[in-house]
């Protein structure tokens, strides 16, 4: 759970110091690259700390092989052409 907030903040992070190091301020943003790069900056950090903070999904399947090949078996049997 750690991991999803350091990322989700390295993002905010990453943000503040363009912000910072540009001298902006609310009256002044920047061109429509400069949101772009913060629109990805920002859902970068969503998307790779969300997972993380929210928990990932347990194991759904397990590999059977005998199932694996019974289905090889009837896909083959099925379409002739492979």
Same mark, same amino acid.
């Given at each position: 759970?750690?991991?999803?907030?350091?990322?989700?903040?390295?993002?905010?992070?990453?943000? +503040?110091?363009?912000?910072?190091?540009?001298?902006?301020? !609310? /009256?002044?943003? *920047?061109?429509? &690259? @400069?949101?772009?790069?913060?629109?990805?900056?920002?859902? +970068?950090?969503?998307?790779?700390?969300?997972?993380?903070? !929210? /928990?990932?999904? *347990?194991?759904? &399947? @397990?590999?059977?092989?005998?199932?694996?090949?019974?289905?090889?078996?009837?896909?083959?049997?099925?379409?002739?052409?492979?």
């Amino acid at each position: 759970m750690i991991a999803g907030y350091s990322i989700l903040v390295a993002s905010w992070k990453d943000i +503040y110091s363009d912000w910072v190091t540009n001298n902006r301020s !609310l /009256g002044h943003w *920047g061109n429509v &690259n @400069t949101m772009y790069k913060y629109g990805f900056l920002g859902m +970068y950090g969503v998307g790779f700390s969300f997972p993380l903070l !929210l /928990g990932l999904p *347990g194991e759904i &399947n @397990t590999f059977q092989f005998k199932l694996y090949k019974l289905e090889i078996i009837t896909f083959k049997s099925l379409n002739s052409t492979f």
